[in-house]
């Protein structure tokens, strides 16, 4: 609990924790818990700060063995709410608009959350003369009194500067979202062999939500994950996508589901709290990209024939390997002469052993057209790998070879007249849609493909077709390459 404010039932309790040395004085509580009898944030933000100042007090004197009466205790919470009562019933009144308080003095007047009993009848009378001005000094008085009381009970400084916040109109809850959490959260998610590149974007995405609870100053509720979503934008300004606002809240509800079973102090502050990141209804906006196109066969063959007539063969030899095998495009990048099965000295397929998922870890056989290329391109390759890209020593971040060759890729389908909704991934449709549309097996092609079919029969007690069986499907694509 950052700000030390839980709301039960509609109504804001206090909330703080025993130190361990002190619980013995305290019936051996290990949580202080009191309502504020409201239902209003900000009331309750002020509300909060006599009763937090005072425990905190009573644990400094429980360590001296000097405990406050109880008499003492009831006097400082009925001199606070007797204030609060005060000022709710002058402006109730019209007394302060009658007495020409300016707003900024009036939200001063309301800072004041707790005085002396024996203030109270002067703070009275000055109001009944109509001393808007001495209204006024009375009040700095007692906020500079009231803050001095805070910062000798808060050894962290923290409660000070949260108090001198909200009586000066500028305070915001912190985000519960803390930086150590957020570490405990990535080591957590590493730890579940989540690719680097995944575990980056989810932890984005929850820094995010968090940075904006921080400058808005909202609680973590549905009403500020919704309005969260509203705001989001691309860097053109642009609303983003149903489907990425909900990857959005993916990220935001793995992190909530974790900290409620892993983190106790989350528990605790969140106990009963409905999840926040649930049930939100995203509806897509006319004109949304819902999914990347694939090419068709003629375009494939053009893209190829283009990169070959700009001179870029690296490209074009990626576009065929791509077309051929219907692998991604990290895929393509990580073969190697060693993850490549020959026949005699006949390539005759791959196998691929990192992927996004466990579907994607596979045997692809290698078409019989693009042997011959696969052979040409071992014979040149001076590390190993078929396709040339970045040393594995100077891959990017998240260890991709060819991200230069596939900048290249976007950059000759933009220039041949294809929008956004075609990408690289859209050769790989291409692969999948010929195969499909020539009578390919349908119990085949998602593992040669890397996919999951949803059937416990095929996913998990299947072994998985036969590399002849893959073999039959592969050989149905059927593109005009020239590898001269």
């Not at 705001?231 to 489907?243: E, F, I, Y």
Request: charged share 25%.
């Amino acid at each position: 609990m950052a700000d030390n404010l839980e709301r039960q039932g509609g109504i804001y309790h206090v909330r703080l924790a025993v130190p361990k040395d002190v619980q013995p004085a305290f019936g051996n509580r290990r949580i202080l818990s009191k309502s504020l009898g409201t239902s209003n944030r900000a009331e309750a933000l002020r509300l909060r700060l006599p009763y937090l100042a005072q425990w905190k007090a009573e644990f400094q004197s429980a360590r001296e063995y000097d405990t406050l009466s109880q008499e003492d205790k009831d006097a400082a919470i009925h001199k606070t709410q007797h204030l609060a009562r005060l000022f709710d019933e002058l402006a109730q009144r019209g007394t302060l608009a009658a007495l020409k308080v300016k707003p900024v003095d009036y939200r001063k007047i309301e800072g004041a959350v707790m005085l002396p009993a024996s203030d109270l009848a002067d703070l009275e009378a000055l109001t009944q003369a109509g001393d808007a001005q001495g209204i006024i000094r009375f009040v700095e008085s007692s906020r500079t009194q009231l803050l001095n009381f805070i910062m000798e009970s808060d050894k962290t400084g923290v409660e000070a500067q949260e108090a001198t916040d909200i009586l000066s109109g500028t305070y915001k809850p912190r985000s519960p979202i803390t930086k150590t959490l957020l570490l405990d959260f990535r080591a957590y998610y590493e730890k579940q062999g989540k690719t680097p590149k995944t575990t980056d974007v989810l932890i984005r995405k929850v820094e995010m939500f968090s940075d904006f609870l921080g400058k808005t100053g909202s609680a973590l509720d549905f009403d500020s994950v919704v309005k969260y979503l509203d705001q989001l934008t691309d860097v053109k300004g642009t609303p983003l996508s149903a489907k990425t606002k909900k990857q959005h809240i993916w990220a935001c509800n793995s992190f909530w589901k974790w900290a409620c079973k892993y983190s106790s102090s989350w528990r605790e502050t969140y106990k009963g709290t409905p999840n926040p990141f649930a049930e939100h209804d995203l509806p897509i906006v006319k004109g949304e990209s819902i999914s990347y196109k694939a090419f068709s066969r003629e375009q494939v063959e053009a893209l190829y024939a283009n990169a070959r007539t700009a001179g870029d063969r690296i490209l074009a030899n990626l576009i065929a390997l791509g077309a051929y095998t219907g692998c991604r495009l990290e895929e393509l990048g990580r073969i190697d002469r060693d993850s490549i099965t020959f026949e005699d000295t006949t390539p005759i397929s791959f196998a691929i052993a990192d992927a996004k998922t466990k579907a994607g870890i596979r045997e692809v056989p290698l078409h019989s057209q693009v042997v011959p290329l696969v052979l040409q391109l071992l014979e040149k390759s001076k590390d190993g790998f078929l396709l040339e890209g970045r040393p594995l020593d100077h891959s990017n971040k998240y260890g991709n070879r060819l991200d230069a060759v596939g900048k290249r890729f976007g950059r000759l389908k933009t220039a041949v007249g294809f929008n956004r909704e075609f990408v690289f991934h859209s050769v790989r449709k291409t692969a999948i849609t010929e195969c499909h549309q020539a009578g390919g097996d349908i119990a085949t092609m998602p593992a040669l493909f890397g996919h999951e079919t949803g059937l416990i029969t095929l996913d998990i007690y299947s072994a998985g077709p036969s590399m002849e069986q893959k073999s039959k499907v592969i050989e149905l694509l059927d593109f005009t390459f020239d590898f001269t």
